[in-house]
């Protein structure tokens, strides 16, 4: 007989988790993995894979599983993914490959984001083997950012043949993964291990390179490269425009996270300079504000609120996500929009709202209208209905936009009203001959997978692109 549930996965104790960055959730042992993938229904028309961007053969490995043949399921992921440990943990599976699950129909999805993290882990903890490096095909292929986009698409290259150099911008590889996600969701040696994985492919990474001032596109072209991806995400944030967005303790979400896990502002010895604030009010309501919301949390506040103009069935974040927040205590101020920043400034300075402190962030409480263009209801707000919550650090977590400045030191590279860079949809082809692109310098901030795709279908057509010119 089936379990109509999940087998649950072993977390951190809300109270305890709340003030530490180790990793919330635990993983599951062997003996749970082969129970909750003796769950599935092993279909035959897949239509997890349909919901999967990169179209791992979930049956297949969740079969090899069963069979406590841990590595061939290893090795089946790794056919398609080359970041499965990371996946497992960050991927929304809950609105992809789970809810496409037969099983979900009656009872609750398989597991497949869980077992994919078992399996990666199992495969990290006992395998460290040397792959055989392919034979290189004679041609060179510059990526451009070091996130999901750009090392799914290395990966490939590399494993094709292809000799591949990646540029990254900061000083460590991984781009959201290790500047935007925190170590209590995604360990930094997670991140570090995969990247190996990619190093033993071939793959070299030059870090501290920003490309369009260190170096043009045209000038990697000039070196030697025939192709070039553009991987360079979205990280642009975006502010409201309203009034004392200048003051001291506002923060864009990029900032502040890139401040706790990149540069390790949480740990003690960190020379980082980042607020610990006592009341925080992070506005927005995706996985980026649950983020910086709970990381305000481990870094000392004794109060976290969540500002979003809508209800709570439109938050766009992981439910997972979600409710470990709750249980952890953050507070949600749900139809809800924040229409001014409030504080004292320096009497000594002349300047309005520079140099000032946050003393509070004034909401106006919304109603939901009608839909807008994606359906959702739009947030009303309701005259008159403003109040103040005490907060002396805001958080803003509205999203971000790809930055201008490849765009700007590339000519022939076209983008949209966004800052995205078009391409074609099916091959991810700019409009500059010999440039590809994809992820959230495409699209705008997305998720690690559907920025995973897009690398592996850009890496298909530059393949298919430089096998023409031989």
Do not use: W
Not at 85 to 92: D, H, L, S
Not at 234 to 257: D, H, Q, T
Not at 300 to 320: H, Q
Not at 379 to 386: A, G, N, R, W
């Amino acid at each position: 007989m089936i379990m109509p549930n999940k087998n649950p996965m072993p977390v951190q104790d809300a109270k305890i988790r709340a003030r530490n960055f180790e990793e919330v959730a635990l993983g599951y042992s062997s003996e749970v993995a082969i129970k909750e993938a003796q769950r599935c229904l092993n279909c035959k028309n897949s239509p997890c894979v349909e919901g999967c961007p990169v179209n791992v053969r979930i049956p297949d490995f969740i079969s090899k599983i069963k069979e406590n043949d841990f590595e061939g399921a290893h090795a089946i992921i790794s056919q398609s993914s080359s970041l499965p440990a990371v996946c497992g943990r960050v991927c929304p599976q809950e609105t992809q490959c789970e809810s496409k699950c037969t099983l979900g129909v009656k009872f609750e999805p398989v597991g497949i984001g869980r077992l994919e993290r078992f399996v990666a882990d199992y495969h990290n903890a006992h395998i460290d083997d040397m792959p055989v490096k392919p034979q290189s095909n004679g041609h060179k292929v510059a990526v451009v950012g070091s996130g999901p986009s750009g090392l799914a698409c290395a990966g490939d290259l590399a494993k094709n043949g292809y000799t591949v150099t990646v540029f990254e911008a900061l000083h460590t590889a991984g781009g959201v993964l290790v500047y935007g996600i925190p170590e209590f969701r995604l360990p930094k040696k997670i991140v570090g291990k995969e990247v190996s994985e990619l190093k033993k492919y071939g793959v070299e990474i030059k870090t501290n390179v920003v490309i369009g001032k260190t170096i043009t596109i045209d000038e990697l072209f000039e070196d030697g490269y025939e192709a070039v991806f553009v991987g360079s995400g979205a990280g642009l944030p975006r502010f409201m425009g309203i009034r004392g967005e200048s003051f001291k303790g506002v923060y864009s979400a990029n900032e502040f996270l890139t401040r706790a896990n990149l540069m390790k502002a949480y740990d003690d010895r960190s020379h980082t300079p980042i607020m610990h604030a006592k009341k925080v009010a992070v506005v927005g309501g995706g996985n980026v504000a649950m983020d910086a919301a709970r990381t305000a949390l481990r870094l000392g506040a004794d109060k976290v609120y969540v500002v979003y103009r809508r209800s709570m069935d439109e938050l766009p974040a992981r439910r997972e996500e979600v409710e470990h927040a709750q249980e952890e205590g953050i507070q949600f101020e749900i139809l809800r929009n924040p229409v001014e920043i409030l504080g004292y400034c320096n009497p000594d300075d002349k300047r309005d709202h520079k140099n000032g402190f946050i003393t509070g962030i004034k909401l106006i409480k919304c109603g939901l209208g009608e839909p807008d263009e994606r359906g959702r209801r739009r947030p009303v707000e309701i005259p008159d209905s403003e109040y103040v919550i005490d907060v002396d650090c805001v958080i803003m977590a509205i999203g971000t936009s790809p930055n201008p400045l490849i765009k700007n030191t590339t000519a022939g590279l076209e983008v949209n009203s966004h800052g995205g860079i078009i391409v074609e949809e099916n091959t991810g082809k700019t409009t500059k001959d010999g440039v590809f692109a994809g992820g959230d310098a495409v699209t705008g901030a997305a998720t690690v997978i559907l920025a995973m795709g897009a690398g592996k279908t850009a890496a298909k057509a530059i393949d298919e692109y430089l096998s023409k010119k031989v």
